[in-house]
């Protein structure tokens, strides 16, 4: 099924968002904003533009600069701790080192995942289909994670995350903390689905899930083909920094409102990127959906976030980092639990 819609990728731009750093300094300039013309004077925006140009374009990467890119500036709300992992199967012959997440707040609480916090592959990055989502943990993702700890008595049923890359973190973490039947992990790219096939594995030999069966595949939001095959059947929807790309926003509410059972709900972890959070809300309302939104959300979160403004922390923009929290549903239902 997925076959006959990635098998046009080469022809189309990538259906899930080019996150963060590697747009840090271009995801304004799709907004009209002046973000861009902030950084543009240093060769690393420089670099980070010229790439964001030739992923959407799906070209080579002659110049030498763009291989030197870091990932990312502002990495992280120091929500988990991150510890490296021995491989103990050394018939485990897969890239990437394996790491332990543990919640901060809830420590209670971890996941095995294989993760890459290193330079981006430029070469790997062209020659597959959007794969943004195996760079690193994003922060939205990260605090989308969090959030799921700290509310997992709201979760019931059947939960989705959409576009959740390499790691679908906070999927994950609903499948271990919360008493649910069901959890997919989704992405558009198929390489960020084997590595989450892999940690789902690896988690469920350790014992993390209980009885919640948790699956991975390939969904694009744009793709009849794969909503179709699961439209109507979940109870929670959840994606994490999915909404500036501007030709598949639409197809992402869509999505969104196909998904979800009649009185299912939508979370969606966003920075506002310009207009691009406020456009999405208004596609929202006009595909029919009730949209709630919410800044202070959590109390840990928020505090890191007025720490980063207080202390004028020049890798944190609140327009591109910070994410806020959209509710989404069918029918205008009380949000009591946020």
């Known amino acids: 099924m997925e076959?006959?819609?990635?098998?046009?990728?080469?022809?189309?731009?990538?259906?899930?968002?080019?996150?963060?750093?590697?747009?840090?300094?271009?995801?304004?300039?799709?907004?009209?904003t002046s973000q861009v013309g902030t950084y543009a004077t240093t060769d690393v925006a420089r670099a980070?533009?010229?790439?964001?140009?030739?992923?959407?374009?799906?070209?080579?990467?002659?110049?030498?600069?763009?291989n030197k890119v870091s990932v990312r500036r502002f990495a992280t709300f120091d929500l988990f701790r991150r510890q490296n992992l021995v491989v103990q199967d050394r018939s485990d012959t897969s890239?990437?080192?394996?790491?332990?997440?543990?919640s901060v707040?809830?420590?209670?609480?971890?996941?095995?995942?294989?993760?890459?916090?290193?330079?981006?592959?430029?070469?790997?990055v062209l020659n597959s289909f959007d794969n943004t989502g195996n760079v690193c943990v994003w922060p939205s993702e990260e605090v989308m994670a969090h959030y799921c700890l700290q509310k997992h008595h709201m979760f019931k049923g059947t939960v989705c995350e959409l576009g959740g890359g390499m790691t679908c973190l906070g999927g994950l973490m609903v499948a271990i903390c919360a008493d649910v039947k069901e959890v997919l992990l989704s992405d558009g790219n198929?390489?960020?689905?084997q590595n989450v096939r892999g940690m789902v594995e690896r988690n469920r030999r350790a014992g993390k899930f209980g009885s919640t069966h948790v699956s991975s595949?390939?969904?694009?939001?744009?793709?009849?083909?794969?909503?179709?095959?699961?439209?109507?059947?979940f109870d929670i929807v959840m994606c994490a920094d999915c909404l500036f790309l501007d030709q598949y926003r639409a197809s992402l509410v869509d999505a969104i409102r196909r998904l979800l059972q009649p009185n299912g709900m939508a979370l969606v972890f966003a920075p506002l990127r310009g207009e691009t959070l406020r456009l999405f809300c208004q596609l929202a309302q006009q595909a029919g959906l009730y949209v709630s939104q919410h800044q202070q959300y959590d109390?840990?979160?928020?505090?890191?976030?007025?720490?980063?403004?207080?202390e004028g922390k020049e890798a944190y923009d609140e327009n591109?980092?910070?994410?806020?929290?959209?509710t989404l549903t069918k029918g205008p239902q009380p949000v009591n639990h946020i």
């Open 105 to 124: 707040y809830f420590p209670e609480y971890s996941a095995l995942l294989r993760d890459n916090l290193g330079p981006l592959q430029v070469t790997e």
């Open 95 to 102: 890239d990437g080192q394996w790491v332990e997440y543990r």
């Open 48 to 66: 980070r533009w010229t790439l964001l140009k030739q992923v959407l374009r799906q070209k080579q990467v002659e110049s030498p600069e763009v």
């Open 299 to 310: 109390a840990q979160v928020w505090d890191v976030h007025l720490k980063m403004l207080t």
């Open 3 to 32: 076959t006959d819609c990635a098998g046009s990728a080469e022809k189309r731009e990538p259906a899930s968002a080019l996150r963060d750093d590697i747009n840090e300094d271009t995801c304004a300039a799709n907004s009209h």
């Open 320 to 326: 591109i980092h910070y994410p806020l929290l959209l």
């Open 190 to 193: 198929e390489k960020s689905i």
């Open 217 to 233: 595949r390939v969904v694009r939001w744009d793709c009849d083909l794969d909503i179709s095959a699961l439209e109507g059947h």
